[in-house]
Protein backbone atom coordinates (compact mmCIF):
# COMPACT_ATOMS: atom_id res chain seq x y z
CA UNK A 1 0.00 0.00 0.00
CA UNK A 2 3.13 2.14 0.47
CA UNK A 3 2.94 3.19 -3.47
CA UNK A 4 -0.65 4.16 -3.11
CA UNK A 5 -0.47 6.10 0.56
CA UNK A 6 2.40 8.43 -2.00
CA UNK A 7 -0.44 9.97 -4.15
CA UNK A 8 -2.66 11.17 -0.36
CA UNK A 9 0.53 13.14 1.04
CA UNK A 10 0.06 16.16 -1.78
CA UNK A 11 -3.11 16.28 0.63
CA UNK A 12 -2.70 16.73 3.96
CA UNK A 13 -3.37 20.26 4.54
CA UNK A 14 -7.03 19.35 2.97
CA UNK A 15 -7.38 16.23 5.11
CA UNK A 16 -6.43 17.97 8.30
CA UNK A 17 -8.81 20.55 7.34
CA UNK A 18 -11.41 17.83 6.51
CA UNK A 19 -11.02 15.87 9.47
CA UNK A 20 -10.62 19.63 11.92
CA UNK A 21 -13.99 20.68 10.50
CA UNK A 22 -15.75 17.35 11.79
CA UNK A 23 -14.99 18.68 15.26
CA UNK A 24 -17.58 21.51 15.09
CA UNK A 25 -20.17 19.25 13.01
CA UNK A 26 -20.56 16.85 16.13
CA UNK A 27 -20.10 19.43 18.89
CA UNK A 28 -23.95 20.32 18.66
CA UNK A 29 -24.39 16.39 18.47
CA UNK A 30 -23.15 15.81 21.77
CA UNK A 31 -23.99 19.49 23.92
CA UNK A 32 -27.47 19.16 22.69
CA UNK A 33 -29.41 16.56 24.88
CA UNK A 34 -27.37 18.36 27.66
CA UNK A 35 -28.70 21.74 27.11
CA UNK A 36 -31.89 20.12 26.45
CA UNK A 37 -31.87 18.49 29.55
CA UNK A 38 -31.27 21.42 31.56
CA UNK A 39 -34.15 23.07 29.76
CA UNK A 40 -36.48 20.59 31.21
CA UNK A 41 -35.43 20.23 34.69
CA UNK A 42 -34.69 23.76 35.57
CA UNK A 43 -36.21 26.51 33.59
CA UNK A 44 -39.43 24.56 32.56
CA UNK A 45 -40.51 23.84 36.23
CA UNK A 46 -39.09 27.65 37.00
CA UNK A 47 -41.05 29.26 34.15
CA UNK A 48 -38.19 31.07 33.33
CA UNK A 49 -38.66 32.54 29.86
CA UNK A 50 -35.64 34.38 29.40
CA UNK A 51 -33.70 31.58 30.05
CA UNK A 52 -35.17 28.91 27.41
CA UNK A 53 -34.81 31.92 25.04
CA UNK A 54 -31.30 32.57 25.89
CA UNK A 55 -31.01 28.75 26.34
CA UNK A 56 -32.73 28.33 22.94
CA UNK A 57 -30.67 31.20 21.09
CA UNK A 58 -27.21 29.22 22.52
CA UNK A 59 -28.36 26.28 20.69
CA UNK A 60 -29.56 28.04 17.22
CA UNK A 61 -26.24 29.24 16.84
CA UNK A 62 -23.98 25.98 17.96
CA UNK A 63 -26.52 24.41 15.27
CA UNK A 64 -25.37 27.30 12.73
CA UNK A 65 -21.37 26.56 13.74
CA UNK A 66 -21.96 22.38 13.52
CA UNK A 67 -23.40 23.33 10.20
CA UNK A 68 -20.92 24.80 8.61
CA UNK A 69 -18.31 22.52 10.07
CA UNK A 70 -20.52 19.57 8.18
CA UNK A 71 -20.43 21.59 5.06
CA UNK A 72 -17.02 22.72 4.68
CA UNK A 73 -15.45 19.16 5.96
CA UNK A 74 -18.02 17.16 3.15
CA UNK A 75 -16.34 19.60 0.76
CA UNK A 76 -12.41 18.92 1.57
CA UNK A 77 -13.52 15.32 1.85
CA UNK A 78 -14.68 15.19 -1.07
CA UNK A 79 -12.27 17.06 -2.89
CA UNK A 80 -9.62 15.27 -1.40
CA UNK A 81 -10.97 11.85 -2.38
CA UNK A 82 -11.81 12.99 -6.22
CA UNK A 83 -7.99 14.49 -6.59
CA UNK A 84 -6.39 11.12 -4.70
CA UNK A 85 -8.41 9.10 -7.33
CA UNK A 86 -7.72 11.30 -10.48
CA UNK A 87 -3.93 10.98 -9.60
CA UNK A 88 -4.09 7.39 -9.14
CA UNK A 89 -5.79 6.84 -12.34
CA UNK A 90 -3.24 8.66 -13.94
CA UNK A 91 -0.34 7.16 -12.65
CA UNK A 92 -2.34 3.19 -13.01
CA UNK A 93 -3.06 4.64 -16.90
CA UNK A 94 0.91 5.54 -17.25
CA UNK A 95 2.52 2.45 -15.86
CA UNK A 96 -0.17 0.47 -17.97
CA UNK A 97 0.98 2.07 -21.03
CA UNK A 98 3.92 0.83 -20.38
CA UNK A 99 3.69 -2.34 -19.47
CA UNK A 100 4.97 -5.22 -21.97
CA UNK A 101 2.59 -8.08 -23.13
CA UNK A 102 3.88 -10.41 -20.65
CA UNK A 103 2.75 -7.68 -17.56
CA UNK A 104 -0.75 -7.16 -19.54
CA UNK A 105 -0.68 -11.37 -19.84
CA UNK A 106 -0.17 -11.25 -15.97
CA UNK A 107 -3.04 -8.64 -14.68
CA UNK A 108 -5.29 -10.13 -17.58
CA UNK A 109 -7.66 -6.54 -20.10
CA UNK A 110 -10.97 -7.05 -18.23
CA UNK A 111 -8.86 -6.86 -14.74
CA UNK A 112 -7.24 -4.01 -15.55
CA UNK A 113 -10.09 -2.53 -16.64
CA UNK A 114 -12.17 -2.86 -13.83
CA UNK A 115 -9.29 -2.15 -11.77
CA UNK A 116 -9.41 1.46 -13.11
CA UNK A 117 -13.09 1.89 -13.64
CA UNK A 118 -14.76 -0.17 -10.08
CA UNK A 119 -11.88 -0.45 -7.66
CA UNK A 120 -11.08 3.23 -8.07
CA UNK A 121 -14.41 4.39 -7.74
CA UNK A 122 -15.05 2.04 -4.74
CA UNK A 123 -11.65 3.73 -2.93
CA UNK A 124 -12.97 7.45 -3.81
CA UNK A 125 -16.34 6.79 -1.93
CA UNK A 126 -14.41 5.26 0.68
CA UNK A 127 -12.09 7.88 1.17
CA UNK A 128 -14.66 10.46 0.95
CA UNK A 129 -16.90 8.78 3.64
CA UNK A 130 -13.84 8.08 5.83
CA UNK A 131 -12.62 11.42 6.21
CA UNK A 132 -15.97 12.66 7.38
CA UNK A 133 -16.70 9.22 9.78
CA UNK A 134 -12.83 8.41 10.98
CA UNK A 135 -13.08 11.60 13.75
CA UNK A 136 -16.64 11.55 14.25
CA UNK A 137 -16.96 7.89 15.18
CA UNK A 138 -14.67 8.47 18.54
CA UNK A 139 -15.88 12.08 19.31
CA UNK A 140 -19.33 11.03 18.87
CA UNK A 141 -18.36 7.86 21.51
CA UNK A 142 -16.34 9.65 23.84
CA UNK A 143 -18.21 12.58 24.16
CA UNK A 144 -21.27 11.25 24.57
CA UNK A 145 -20.24 8.79 27.47
CA UNK A 146 -18.73 11.90 29.19
CA UNK A 147 -22.41 13.77 29.10
CA UNK A 148 -24.18 10.14 30.27
CA UNK A 149 -21.79 9.74 32.86
CA UNK A 150 -22.29 13.14 33.87
CA UNK A 151 -26.05 12.70 34.12
CA UNK A 152 -26.60 9.54 35.87
CA UNK A 153 -24.54 6.95 36.99
CA UNK A 154 -27.02 4.14 37.60
CA UNK A 155 -27.93 4.55 33.99
CA UNK A 156 -24.70 3.80 32.71
CA UNK A 157 -25.61 -0.07 33.73
CA UNK A 158 -27.66 0.26 30.74
CA UNK A 159 -24.46 0.06 28.56
CA UNK A 160 -22.41 -2.18 30.63
CA UNK A 161 -24.84 -4.87 29.52
CA UNK A 162 -25.50 -3.73 25.74
CA UNK A 163 -22.15 -2.91 24.66
CA UNK A 164 -20.20 -6.33 24.97
CA UNK A 165 -23.03 -7.86 23.06
CA UNK A 166 -23.08 -5.06 20.25
CA UNK A 167 -19.29 -5.15 20.17
CA UNK A 168 -19.36 -9.18 19.64
CA UNK A 169 -22.17 -9.37 17.16
CA UNK A 170 -20.44 -6.89 14.53
CA UNK A 171 -17.44 -8.32 15.30
CA UNK A 172 -18.95 -11.48 14.05
CA UNK A 173 -20.84 -9.83 10.92
CA UNK A 174 -17.54 -7.96 9.66
CA UNK A 175 -15.30 -11.11 10.57
CA UNK A 176 -17.69 -13.06 7.84
CA UNK A 177 -18.03 -10.34 5.86
CA UNK A 178 -14.75 -9.22 4.84
CA UNK A 179 -13.58 -12.16 2.72
CA UNK A 180 -16.37 -11.66 0.32
CA UNK A 181 -15.02 -8.08 -0.44
CA UNK A 182 -12.02 -9.80 -2.70
CA UNK A 183 -14.28 -12.15 -4.06
CA UNK A 184 -16.97 -9.77 -5.26
CA UNK A 185 -14.63 -7.78 -7.26
CA UNK A 186 -12.69 -10.91 -8.52
CA UNK A 187 -15.95 -11.90 -10.23
CA UNK A 188 -16.51 -8.57 -11.64
CA UNK A 189 -13.09 -8.84 -13.32
CA UNK A 190 -14.51 -12.46 -14.93
CA UNK A 191 -17.56 -10.47 -15.83
CA UNK A 192 -16.17 -7.42 -17.32
CA UNK A 193 -13.78 -10.37 -19.16
CA UNK A 194 -16.96 -11.78 -20.85
CA UNK A 195 -18.60 -8.40 -21.81
CA UNK A 196 -15.75 -7.08 -23.51
CA UNK A 197 -14.88 -10.33 -25.02
CA UNK A 198 -18.73 -10.62 -26.12
CA UNK A 199 -18.87 -7.41 -27.55
CA UNK A 200 -15.58 -7.16 -29.46
CA UNK A 201 -16.73 -11.04 -31.01
CA UNK A 202 -20.23 -10.11 -31.57
CA UNK A 203 -20.05 -10.48 -35.32
CA UNK A 204 -18.75 -14.37 -34.89
CA UNK A 205 -21.37 -14.68 -32.40
CA UNK A 206 -23.97 -13.70 -34.44
CA UNK A 207 -22.13 -15.45 -37.67
CA UNK A 208 -21.67 -18.63 -35.39
CA UNK A 209 -25.62 -18.50 -33.90
CA UNK A 210 -24.18 -18.39 -30.15
CA UNK A 211 -26.19 -15.84 -29.03
CA UNK A 212 -27.52 -18.13 -26.44
CA UNK A 213 -24.34 -19.53 -25.86
CA UNK A 214 -23.01 -16.25 -24.79
CA UNK A 215 -26.49 -15.12 -23.04
CA UNK A 216 -25.77 -18.48 -21.14
CA UNK A 217 -21.98 -17.57 -20.71
CA UNK A 218 -23.27 -13.93 -19.18
CA UNK A 219 -26.32 -15.11 -17.28
CA UNK A 220 -23.86 -17.62 -15.57
CA UNK A 221 -20.88 -15.30 -14.70
CA UNK A 222 -23.81 -12.33 -13.74
CA UNK A 223 -25.58 -14.79 -11.47
CA UNK A 224 -21.81 -15.39 -9.89
CA UNK A 225 -21.23 -11.70 -9.30
CA UNK A 226 -24.84 -11.38 -7.85
CA UNK A 227 -24.82 -14.40 -5.72
CA UNK A 228 -21.65 -13.40 -3.97
CA UNK A 229 -22.59 -9.49 -3.70
CA UNK A 230 -26.21 -10.82 -2.36
CA UNK A 231 -24.30 -13.10 0.37
CA UNK A 232 -22.50 -9.82 0.89
CA UNK A 233 -25.04 -7.20 1.30
CA UNK A 234 -26.88 -9.70 3.41
CA UNK A 235 -24.41 -9.89 6.00
CA UNK A 236 -23.31 -6.20 6.43
CA UNK A 237 -27.38 -6.23 5.73
CA UNK A 238 -27.40 -7.73 9.49
CA UNK A 239 -25.41 -4.87 10.73
CA UNK A 240 -28.75 -2.49 11.18
CA UNK A 241 -31.47 -4.64 12.63
CA UNK A 242 -29.38 -6.00 15.16
CA UNK A 243 -28.24 -2.74 16.11
CA UNK A 244 -31.81 -1.09 16.29
CA UNK A 245 -32.90 -4.23 18.43
CA UNK A 246 -29.89 -3.32 20.63
CA UNK A 247 -30.90 0.38 20.94
CA UNK A 248 -34.43 -0.32 21.47
CA UNK A 249 -33.33 -2.72 24.28
CA UNK A 250 -31.20 -0.23 26.04
CA UNK A 251 -34.25 2.17 25.73
CA UNK A 252 -36.58 -0.03 27.21
CA UNK A 253 -33.73 -0.53 30.45
CA UNK A 254 -33.23 2.83 30.62
CA UNK A 255 -37.00 3.59 30.75
CA UNK A 256 -37.27 0.97 32.96
CA UNK A 257 -34.51 2.32 35.71
CA UNK A 258 -35.38 5.82 34.99
CA UNK A 259 -38.99 5.38 35.75
CA UNK A 260 -38.23 3.77 38.71
CA UNK A 261 -35.59 6.84 39.84
CA UNK A 262 -38.31 9.25 38.97
CA UNK A 263 -40.78 7.55 41.08
CA UNK A 264 -37.88 7.51 44.16
CA UNK A 265 -36.62 10.98 43.25
CA UNK A 266 -33.56 9.91 42.44
CA UNK A 267 -33.47 11.10 38.63
CA UNK A 268 -35.43 14.14 36.70
CA UNK A 269 -37.67 13.53 33.53
CA UNK A 270 -35.17 15.41 31.89
CA UNK A 271 -31.96 13.47 32.48
CA UNK A 272 -33.67 10.37 31.09
CA UNK A 273 -35.03 12.05 27.84
CA UNK A 274 -31.18 13.01 27.14
CA UNK A 275 -29.55 9.91 28.54
CA UNK A 276 -31.80 8.36 25.94
CA UNK A 277 -30.63 10.78 23.57
CA UNK A 278 -26.61 9.97 24.33
CA UNK A 279 -27.48 6.06 24.29
CA UNK A 280 -29.08 6.48 20.75
CA UNK A 281 -25.74 8.36 19.96
CA UNK A 282 -23.21 5.97 21.60
CA UNK A 283 -24.27 3.16 19.90
CA UNK A 284 -24.66 4.63 16.90
CA UNK A 285 -20.83 5.74 16.97
CA UNK A 286 -20.08 2.20 17.44
CA UNK A 287 -22.51 0.80 14.32
CA UNK A 288 -19.77 4.47 12.83
CA UNK A 289 -16.91 2.58 13.81
CA UNK A 290 -17.92 -1.08 12.19
CA UNK A 291 -18.53 0.54 8.72
CA UNK A 292 -14.99 2.30 8.99
CA UNK A 293 -13.77 -1.34 9.45
CA UNK A 294 -16.09 -2.89 6.89
CA UNK A 295 -14.86 0.29 4.39
CA UNK A 296 -11.70 -0.38 5.30
CA UNK A 297 -11.08 -3.77 4.29
CA UNK A 298 -13.31 -2.99 1.40
CA UNK A 299 -10.75 -0.25 0.74
CA UNK A 300 -8.12 -2.48 1.23
CA UNK A 301 -9.38 -4.93 -1.26
CA UNK A 302 -9.24 -2.07 -4.07
CA UNK A 303 -6.25 -0.22 -3.01
CA UNK A 304 -4.36 -3.77 -2.64
CA UNK A 305 -5.29 -4.73 -6.49
CA UNK A 306 -4.23 -0.98 -7.75
CA UNK A 307 -1.45 -1.28 -5.68
CA UNK A 308 -0.39 -4.33 -7.45
CA UNK A 309 -0.57 -2.36 -10.61
CA UNK A 310 1.55 1.01 -9.51
CA UNK A 311 4.12 -1.70 -7.74
CA UNK A 312 4.52 -3.99 -10.37
CA UNK A 313 7.94 -4.22 -12.28
CA UNK A 314 7.50 -4.23 -15.79
CA UNK A 315 8.92 -7.40 -17.43
CA UNK A 316 10.46 -5.42 -19.66
CA UNK A 317 13.00 -3.11 -18.39
CA UNK A 318 14.08 -0.41 -20.80
CA UNK A 319 18.12 -0.05 -20.52
CA UNK A 320 20.18 2.87 -19.28
CA UNK A 321 23.15 1.92 -21.39
CA UNK A 322 23.86 4.29 -23.78
CA UNK A 323 23.87 1.89 -26.64
CA UNK A 324 25.07 3.48 -29.84
CA UNK A 325 22.35 1.96 -32.00
CA UNK A 326 19.64 3.89 -33.90
CA UNK A 327 19.00 1.84 -37.18
CA UNK A 328 20.23 -1.18 -38.12
CA UNK A 329 23.56 -0.99 -40.08
CA UNK A 330 24.77 -5.14 -40.48
CA UNK A 331 22.27 -7.12 -39.17
CA UNK A 332 19.85 -9.25 -36.80
CA UNK A 333 21.34 -12.35 -35.06
CA UNK A 334 19.63 -14.84 -33.00
CA UNK A 335 21.73 -16.85 -30.83
CA UNK A 336 20.71 -20.07 -29.73
CA UNK A 337 17.33 -18.64 -28.79
CA UNK A 338 14.74 -20.12 -26.53
CA UNK A 339 11.56 -19.18 -25.16
CA UNK A 340 8.35 -20.14 -23.36
CA UNK A 341 5.79 -17.69 -22.71
CA UNK A 342 5.09 -18.59 -18.67
CA UNK A 343 7.78 -20.08 -16.14
CA UNK A 344 8.00 -23.79 -16.71
CA UNK A 345 5.62 -23.93 -19.92
CA UNK A 346 6.50 -25.69 -22.48
CA UNK A 347 8.58 -23.61 -24.78
CA UNK A 348 7.25 -22.11 -27.53
CA UNK A 349 11.08 -21.62 -29.41
CA UNK A 350 14.00 -23.65 -29.17
CA UNK A 351 17.15 -23.41 -30.34
CA UNK A 352 16.87 -20.97 -33.00
CA UNK A 353 20.24 -19.24 -34.74
CA UNK A 354 19.94 -17.21 -38.22
CA UNK A 355 21.38 -14.47 -39.02
CA UNK A 356 19.84 -11.48 -41.23
CA UNK A 357 22.43 -9.07 -42.58
CA UNK A 358 20.67 -5.86 -43.28
CA UNK A 359 18.81 -4.83 -46.54
CA UNK A 360 17.60 -8.81 -46.71
CA UNK A 361 14.42 -9.22 -47.34
CA UNK A 362 13.57 -12.90 -45.54
CA UNK A 363 10.35 -14.54 -45.03
CA UNK A 364 9.27 -17.08 -42.11
CA UNK A 365 7.01 -19.72 -43.05
CA UNK A 366 5.60 -22.42 -40.68
CA UNK A 367 2.28 -24.76 -39.73
CA UNK A 368 -0.13 -22.67 -37.20
CA UNK A 369 1.88 -22.23 -33.67
CA UNK A 370 4.75 -23.21 -35.10
CA UNK A 371 5.89 -19.77 -33.28
CA UNK A 372 6.14 -17.62 -36.61
CA UNK A 373 4.79 -14.43 -34.60
CA UNK A 374 6.48 -15.31 -31.72
CA UNK A 375 9.84 -14.71 -33.36
CA UNK A 376 8.20 -11.12 -33.88
CA UNK A 377 6.90 -10.63 -30.69
CA UNK A 378 10.70 -11.20 -29.71
CA UNK A 379 12.58 -9.13 -32.22
CA UNK A 380 9.83 -5.96 -30.79
CA UNK A 381 11.23 -6.95 -27.42
CA UNK A 382 7.15 -7.35 -26.22
CA UNK A 383 8.74 -10.50 -24.14
CA UNK A 384 12.78 -11.23 -23.45
CA UNK A 385 14.31 -14.90 -24.33
CA UNK A 386 14.37 -17.48 -21.96
CA UNK A 387 17.79 -18.05 -22.65
CA UNK A 388 20.05 -17.34 -25.80
CA UNK A 389 20.38 -13.46 -27.37
CA UNK A 390 19.31 -11.46 -30.17
CA UNK A 391 21.70 -9.16 -31.74
CA UNK A 392 21.16 -5.85 -33.76
CA UNK A 393 24.05 -5.13 -35.22
CA UNK A 394 26.16 -7.25 -32.49
CA UNK A 395 24.64 -5.57 -29.99
CA UNK A 396 22.03 -7.66 -27.54
CA UNK A 397 18.97 -6.05 -27.82
CA UNK A 398 18.26 -6.02 -23.99
CA UNK A 399 20.93 -3.29 -23.97
CA UNK A 400 19.73 -0.78 -26.73
CA UNK A 401 17.07 1.74 -24.82
CA UNK A 402 13.25 0.31 -25.65
CA UNK A 403 12.92 3.93 -27.55
CA UNK A 404 15.67 3.60 -29.97
CA UNK A 405 14.85 -0.36 -30.48
CA UNK A 406 11.31 0.48 -31.36
CA UNK A 407 12.00 3.10 -33.44
CA UNK A 408 14.06 1.82 -35.42
CA UNK A 409 11.20 -0.96 -36.80
CA UNK A 410 8.38 -0.71 -38.24
CA UNK A 411 5.50 -3.36 -37.53
CA UNK A 412 2.60 -4.45 -39.12
CA UNK A 413 0.34 -7.08 -36.88
CA UNK A 414 -1.65 -9.98 -37.93
CA UNK A 415 -4.52 -8.10 -35.97
CA UNK A 416 -3.65 -4.85 -35.85
CA UNK A 417 -5.94 -1.75 -34.35
CA UNK A 418 -6.94 1.45 -36.11
CA UNK A 419 -7.77 4.46 -34.27
CA UNK A 420 -10.85 6.41 -35.19
CA UNK A 421 -10.22 9.29 -37.31
CA UNK A 422 -9.46 10.17 -40.54
CA UNK A 423 -7.10 7.92 -43.00
CA UNK A 424 -4.83 10.46 -42.78
CA UNK A 425 -4.55 10.73 -39.10
CA UNK A 426 -4.43 6.89 -38.88
CA UNK A 427 -1.04 6.91 -41.68
CA UNK A 428 0.49 10.00 -39.60
CA UNK A 429 0.32 8.01 -36.72
CA UNK A 430 3.34 6.08 -37.76
CA UNK A 431 5.45 9.55 -38.07
CA UNK A 432 3.84 12.97 -36.67
CA UNK A 433 6.37 14.88 -38.82
CA UNK A 434 5.14 13.24 -41.87
CA UNK A 435 3.56 15.77 -44.50
CA UNK A 436 0.84 14.90 -46.53
CA UNK A 437 3.04 14.07 -49.79
CA UNK A 438 5.19 11.47 -47.98
CA UNK A 439 1.37 10.04 -46.44
CA UNK A 440 0.24 9.53 -50.57
CA UNK A 441 3.41 8.25 -51.35
CA UNK A 442 3.17 5.74 -48.31
CA UNK A 443 -0.50 5.03 -48.55
CA UNK A 444 1.01 4.61 -52.77
CA UNK A 445 3.64 2.09 -51.93
CA UNK A 446 1.27 -0.01 -49.55
CA UNK A 447 -0.91 -0.39 -52.02
CA UNK A 448 -3.38 1.58 -50.39
CA UNK A 449 -3.96 5.06 -52.32
CA UNK A 450 -5.83 3.25 -55.13
CA UNK A 451 -9.27 2.76 -52.97
CA UNK A 452 -8.33 5.99 -51.08
CA UNK A 453 -8.88 7.91 -53.43
CA UNK A 454 -12.22 6.34 -54.65
CA UNK A 455 -13.52 7.63 -51.44
CA UNK A 456 -15.91 10.25 -51.09
CA UNK A 457 -13.37 12.41 -49.09
CA UNK A 458 -9.94 10.53 -49.44
CA UNK A 459 -7.45 10.86 -46.90
CA UNK A 460 -10.00 12.88 -45.07
CA UNK A 461 -12.54 10.17 -44.75
CA UNK A 462 -13.64 8.92 -41.31
CA UNK A 463 -13.34 5.67 -39.66
CA UNK A 464 -14.63 4.01 -36.98
CA UNK A 465 -13.09 2.13 -34.00
CA UNK A 466 -10.82 -0.36 -34.88
CA UNK A 467 -11.10 0.72 -38.66
CA UNK A 468 -15.04 0.34 -39.03
CA UNK A 469 -16.38 1.36 -42.28
CA UNK A 470 -13.72 -0.89 -44.07
CA UNK A 471 -12.53 -3.98 -45.39
CA UNK A 472 -9.98 -6.44 -44.12
CA UNK A 473 -7.76 -5.79 -47.18
CA UNK A 474 -7.87 -2.11 -46.91
CA UNK A 475 -7.21 -2.12 -43.13
CA UNK A 476 -3.77 -3.97 -44.24
CA UNK A 477 -2.92 -1.79 -46.26
CA UNK A 478 -3.16 1.26 -43.81
CA UNK A 479 -1.40 -0.81 -41.46
CA UNK A 480 0.94 -1.47 -43.89
CA UNK A 481 1.21 2.56 -45.00
CA UNK A 482 1.35 3.34 -41.38
CA UNK A 483 4.61 1.19 -40.80
CA UNK A 484 6.26 2.39 -43.96
CA UNK A 485 5.65 6.50 -43.61
CA UNK A 486 7.93 5.43 -40.28
CA UNK A 487 10.83 4.85 -42.90
CA UNK A 488 12.15 1.92 -40.61
CA UNK A 489 15.20 -0.17 -40.80
CA UNK A 490 13.59 -2.81 -40.25
CA UNK A 491 9.95 -3.66 -41.46
CA UNK A 492 8.59 -6.31 -39.45
CA UNK A 493 5.23 -7.70 -41.32
CA UNK A 494 3.54 -10.53 -39.29
CA UNK A 495 0.56 -12.36 -41.99
CA UNK A 496 0.10 -9.05 -42.96
CA UNK A 497 -0.67 -9.43 -46.14
CA UNK A 498 -3.47 -12.31 -45.76
CA UNK A 499 -6.44 -10.28 -47.24
CA UNK A 500 -4.84 -8.54 -50.24
CA UNK A 501 -5.84 -10.83 -53.46
CA UNK A 502 -2.45 -12.09 -54.81
CA UNK A 503 -2.27 -9.29 -57.68
CA UNK A 504 -2.49 -6.82 -55.13
CA UNK A 505 0.39 -8.60 -53.34
CA UNK A 506 2.70 -8.96 -55.71
CA UNK A 507 2.51 -5.06 -56.38
CA UNK A 508 3.02 -4.43 -52.46
CA UNK A 509 6.09 -6.97 -52.67
CA UNK A 510 7.43 -5.61 -55.76
CA UNK A 511 6.82 -1.42 -53.86
CA UNK A 512 8.68 -3.08 -50.86
CA UNK A 513 11.59 -4.16 -53.26
CA UNK A 514 11.70 -0.27 -54.70
CA UNK A 515 11.67 1.48 -51.26
CA UNK A 516 13.24 4.98 -51.17
CA UNK A 517 15.37 3.68 -47.53
CA UNK A 518 17.37 0.78 -46.57
CA UNK A 519 14.92 -1.60 -45.30
CA UNK A 520 15.41 -5.20 -43.47
CA UNK A 521 12.15 -6.81 -44.31
CA UNK A 522 11.17 -9.87 -42.10
CA UNK A 523 7.77 -11.66 -43.64
CA UNK A 524 5.68 -13.76 -42.01
CA UNK A 525 3.32 -15.54 -43.92
CA UNK A 526 0.74 -18.30 -44.80
CA UNK A 527 1.24 -18.47 -48.13
CA UNK A 528 3.94 -19.82 -49.95
CA UNK A 529 3.42 -17.12 -52.67
CA UNK A 530 4.01 -14.38 -50.41
CA UNK A 531 7.61 -15.32 -49.45
CA UNK A 532 8.91 -17.44 -52.32
CA UNK A 533 10.65 -14.71 -53.75
CA UNK A 534 12.76 -13.59 -50.57
CA UNK A 535 16.36 -13.73 -50.39
CA UNK A 536 15.86 -16.21 -47.95
CA UNK A 537 12.94 -18.65 -46.30
CA UNK A 538 12.80 -19.76 -42.56
CA UNK A 539 11.15 -22.81 -42.20
CA UNK A 540 9.90 -23.05 -38.39
CA UNK A 541 7.88 -26.83 -37.17
CA UNK A 542 6.74 -26.67 -33.86
CA UNK A 543 8.71 -23.94 -32.35
CA UNK A 544 11.79 -25.46 -34.03
CA UNK A 545 14.10 -24.33 -37.05
CA UNK A 546 13.25 -26.68 -40.06
CA UNK A 547 15.05 -25.09 -42.67
CA UNK A 548 16.69 -21.70 -44.41
CA UNK A 549 17.26 -21.55 -47.77
CA UNK A 550 15.59 -19.86 -50.87
CA UNK A 551 12.76 -21.17 -52.31
CA UNK A 552 14.66 -23.54 -54.95
CA UNK A 553 16.89 -24.68 -52.00
CA UNK A 554 14.18 -25.78 -49.65
CA UNK A 555 12.04 -26.72 -52.19
CA UNK A 556 14.40 -29.70 -53.14
CA UNK A 557 15.80 -30.26 -49.98
CA UNK A 558 13.21 -29.57 -47.23
CA UNK A 559 10.45 -31.76 -46.51
CA UNK A 560 8.16 -29.57 -44.26
CA UNK A 561 8.93 -26.73 -46.77
CA UNK A 562 8.18 -29.54 -49.61
CA UNK A 563 4.37 -30.25 -47.68
CA UNK A 564 3.62 -26.70 -47.42
CA UNK A 565 3.90 -25.96 -50.22
CA UNK A 566 2.34 -29.43 -51.91
CA UNK A 567 -0.56 -28.95 -49.89
CA UNK A 568 -0.50 -25.12 -51.13
CA UNK A 569 -0.66 -26.38 -54.91
CA UNK A 570 -3.41 -27.93 -54.24
CA UNK A 571 -5.51 -25.11 -53.09
CA UNK A 572 -3.98 -22.85 -55.28
CA UNK A 573 -2.21 -20.80 -52.90
CA UNK A 574 1.44 -21.42 -53.37
CA UNK A 575 1.63 -20.17 -57.11
CA UNK A 576 1.86 -16.57 -57.42
CA UNK A 577 -0.82 -15.00 -60.50
CA UNK A 578 1.28 -12.27 -61.50
N1 LIG B 1 0.42 -15.09 -25.16
C1 LIG B 1 0.71 -16.38 -25.14
N2 LIG B 1 0.73 -17.07 -23.97
C2 LIG B 1 1.03 -18.38 -23.94
N3 LIG B 1 1.31 -19.13 -25.03
C3 LIG B 1 1.30 -18.53 -26.23
C4 LIG B 1 0.99 -17.12 -26.35
N4 LIG B 1 1.06 -16.79 -27.67
C5 LIG B 1 1.39 -17.94 -28.34
N5 LIG B 1 1.53 -18.96 -27.48
C6 LIG B 1 1.92 -20.34 -27.83
O1 LIG B 1 3.18 -20.29 -28.48
C7 LIG B 1 3.24 -21.16 -29.59
C8 LIG B 1 3.63 -20.39 -30.85
O2 LIG B 1 2.62 -19.44 -31.12
P1 LIG B 1 2.75 -18.37 -32.30
O3 LIG B 1 1.59 -17.44 -32.17
O4 LIG B 1 4.10 -17.80 -32.30
O5 LIG B 1 2.54 -19.28 -33.58
P2 LIG B 1 2.38 -18.88 -35.10
O6 LIG B 1 3.30 -19.72 -35.85
O7 LIG B 1 2.48 -17.40 -35.26
O8 LIG B 1 0.89 -19.33 -35.36
P3 LIG B 1 -0.19 -18.73 -36.39
O9 LIG B 1 0.31 -18.99 -37.75
O10 LIG B 1 -1.40 -19.53 -36.09
O11 LIG B 1 -0.33 -17.28 -36.06
C9 LIG B 1 1.87 -21.81 -29.68
O12 LIG B 1 1.97 -23.09 -29.10
C10 LIG B 1 0.97 -20.94 -28.86
O13 LIG B 1 -0.01 -21.71 -28.21
Redesign the pocket.
Known amino acids: MKELLKYIKPYKKEILLAVSLVFLEVIAEVTMPKLMSKIVNIYLPEKNMNKIIQMGLIMILITVISSAGGILSTWFASKVSQWFCADVKEAAYKKIMGFS?GNI?HFTTPSLITRLTSDINTLQTIIQTFLRLVVRAPILFLGSIFFAVTINKELTMVFVVIFPILVIALAVIIIKSIPMFSQIQLRLDKLNGILRESLIGARVIRAFVREDYENEKFQGANKEYMDISVKANRRTGLVMPVMMFLINTAIIMILWIGGNGVYKGSIQVGDIIAFITYSFQILFSLLLVAFLLMMTSRAKVSGTRLNEILTREESINSTDKSSEYTELQNGIEFEKVYFS??KD?KE?LKDINFYIKSGESVGII??????????I?LLMRYYDVSKGSIKFDGTDIREIPLERLRGSIGLVR?QDTLLAGTIEENIRFGNEKANFEDIKKAAGAAQAEEFIEKMPEKYQTRIGQKGAGLSGGQKQRIYIARALIKKPSVLLL??SSSALDMKTEARLQNELNHLDFKCTKII?A?RISSVRELDKIIV?EK?KIAGIGTHDELLHSNTVYREIYDSQIETGKGENNE
Not at 366 to 375: A, I, L
Request: glycine letters at 16%; charged letters at 25%.
Open positions: ADYKDSGSTGSGKTTVSQDDVQLG
